[in-house]
């Protein structure tokens, strides 16, 4: 089943089209990646699945029921999360009551305080933030951040989780744990789209790959139809050659 | 030496109300971004409604029960009706602090302009609590010692409804961020309505305890408003330990400077919000 769909999404900011006439699907289960070069409508098109952003035209279905038009909390309350390319953790207050924020308002029936709090403290130690759960958020790492986020979006419990560049900017080390994160996770049965640069995630994780370029769909395949499209190699190439001159 | 303890105790004794109206604004201005100069027009009906109320038999301490949860209603609409419209319509945040300042003006005019129409403009005062009470060897009416005393003791609850409350949480969360609490689940346009409408409630409260102590006009909302400007902006923006100590503080300055000149009591505050601005934006608690 679709769980996921978009039809004809498009998104303008002034005479710029950030996302132009895309449809797309994801399938319960699937982890998808949605890729493409920088400015290419990625983030845009998250905006406007988790209602930050309104479609100017197009329709957005969850769960086979139209969602645009729909408040931030009421798709989250549906069961959509998210975490953000740069992070927006709430930094004045404590790790847990970031995640316990997530737990209280964000299911569709909203936690107890008590349930909330353990909940969280599960999460925390699902995702080994444990040790700074009284910590204030700011004082994280960038990768402890992202890590928050993850939890944060995860105490919703959404049935979608949409990540958007979880990997970029950690090192080696932290990249394995990001990978491993994202498959306990799919694990769970939560299904999961990615923004993502670093290809080598991209392919070894995902099931589709969906590519934007100029806010248009230009692939959508399997990572090896990806990895061979003609298409997607020129706009890449181009890029390279691009940043070469 | 007298001086002094009759300055830092007379400055204490109106501090308290000072601190209720400012965490009233920082709710308003820090979390719902409406920077209200209305806010002292809740106060002056607040204390109106108080006036009126003991005109006519009840004791002014129980309007504290009624025109709470009015003034909160009022807040409340007024944010749901007309701010919410404005930040929904506006293209940024920018546009919408200073479409809802505008809007704010106006509100300001019609609130006092009502006011004036039925109380018209002659200070109104009433005796209540009125004997004295000797603190260090200095004498204060009894009155100004119930009336501190009720607002630290709403000002502490409404802290702790902040700190521990479901509520409370989703406060702290649209503070710092609206759009990321709305992804995580939080009614924003509910939860900034009630901080506009507990905003009222704590001006309209202030008010009911000025007008215990103090003569009340339908003009005096706007020298309120100033002062809580200020001890926001002294306190931290957003910061409501910082509004509940800067209002203390902001007491104690006022009551100085006016010993030693009355006239230029509000000129100090502004001298304090501009030396803040340029020395200390943040305030004393901000983040
Ligand atoms: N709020 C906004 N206002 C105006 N223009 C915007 C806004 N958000 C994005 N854009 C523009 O829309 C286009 C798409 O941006 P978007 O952030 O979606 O790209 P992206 O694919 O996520 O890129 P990146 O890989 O760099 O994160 C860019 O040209 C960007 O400058
Ligand atoms: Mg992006």
New binding site residues.
């Given amino acids: 089943m679709h769980i996921l769909e978009g039809e004809g999404v498009t998104k303008y900011?002034?005479g710029?089209a950030?996302?132009s006439d895309v449809s797309f699907y994801v399938d319960e289960g699937e982890v998808v990646g949605l890729i493409?070069?920088?400015?290419?409508?990625?983030?845009?098109?998250?905006?406007l699945i988790s209602a930050a952003?309104e479609p100017k035209t197009g329709e957005i279905r969850f769960k086979g029921k139209k969602i645009n038009g729909l408040k931030p909390y009421q798709i989250c309350r549906l069961g959509i999360a998210r975490t953000f390319?740069t992070v927006k953790i709430f930094g004045n207050l404590p790790v847990i009551e970031n995640v316990r924020i997530g737990s209280l308002f964000g299911p569709f029936k909203g936690l107890s305080t008590a349930d909330a709090t353990r909940e969280a403290n599960e999460l925390l130690e699902f995702m080994g933030l444990s040790d700074v759960a009284y910590a204030p958020a700011r004082d994280l790492t960038l990768a402890h951040q992202k890590r928050l986020e993850v939890a944060r979006a995860l105490a919703t419990k959404p049935t979608l989780l949409m990540l958007?560049?979880l990997m970029a900017g950690l090192n080696q080390t932290e990249l394995i744990e990001a990978m491993d994160l994202v498959k306990k996770i799919r694990e769970k049965g939560t299904t999961i789209v990615m923004?993502e640069?670093v290809m080598k995630a991209i392919m070894n994780i995902c099931d589709r790959i969906i590519v934007?370029h100029h806010?248009k769909k230009i692939a959508d395949g399997t990572p090896q139809e990806v990895a061979n499209s003609k298409t997607v190699i020129e706009v890449y190439l181009g890029e390279a050659s691009d940043a070469g001159n | 030496m007298d001086l002094i303890i009759n300055i830092v105790l007379g400055g204490l004794l109106i501090g308290g109300i000072y601190s209720l109206i400012s965490m009233g604004l920082s709710l308003q201005y820090g979390v719902a971004k409406v920077l209200n100069i209305a806010h002292g027009e809740f106060l002056m009906v607040g204390a109106f409604i108080t006036y009126w109320l003991q005109q006519n038999g009840v004791d002014p301490l129980l309007t504290i029960v009624v025109g709470g949860p009015l003034l909160f209603l009022v807040g409340f609409i007024l944010y749901r009706t007309v701010f919410t419209s404005i930040r929904l319509k506006a293209p940024n945040t920018g546009v919408y602090e200073s479409n809802s300042l505008l809007a704010a003006f106006g509100l300001y005019f019609i609130v006092q302009n009502i006011a004036v129409l039925i109380w018209g403009t002659t200070p109104q005062r009433f005796s209540y609590l009125a004997s004295s009470v000797t603190i260090l060897g200095e004498d204060f009416n009894e009155n100004r010692l119930v009336a501190t005393a009720f607002a630290v003791a709403i000002g502490a609850a409404f802290y702790l409804f902040l700190e521990r409350t479901r509520i409370g949480k989703a406060i702290r969360a649209a503070a710092q961020d609206p759009l990321t609490a709305g992804l995580m689940g939080v009614d924003i346009n509910f939860v900034l309505a009630l901080c506009f409408g507990f905003g009222a409630a704590m001006a309209g409260l202030a008010g009911v305890l000025i007008s215990i102590c103090y003569p009340i006009t339908t003009t005096m909302g706007l020298g309120y408003t100033v002062i809580a400007i200020v001890v926001v902006t002294l306190g931290g923006l957003g910061s409501i330990p910082g509004s509940f100590i800067g209002g203390f503080i902001l007491g104690i300055i006022g009551t100085g400077v006016t010993y030693w000149e009355p006239g230029l009591a509000v000129a100090s505050y502004y001298v304090i919000f501009i030396i803040l601005l340029l020395v200390r934006p943040k305030g004393i608690m901000g983040k």
């Fill in positions: 900011f002034g710029l950030a996302v493409g070069p920088n400015g290419a409508g990625k983030t845009t098109l998250f905006n952003l390319q958007d560049e923004i640069h934007l806010g």
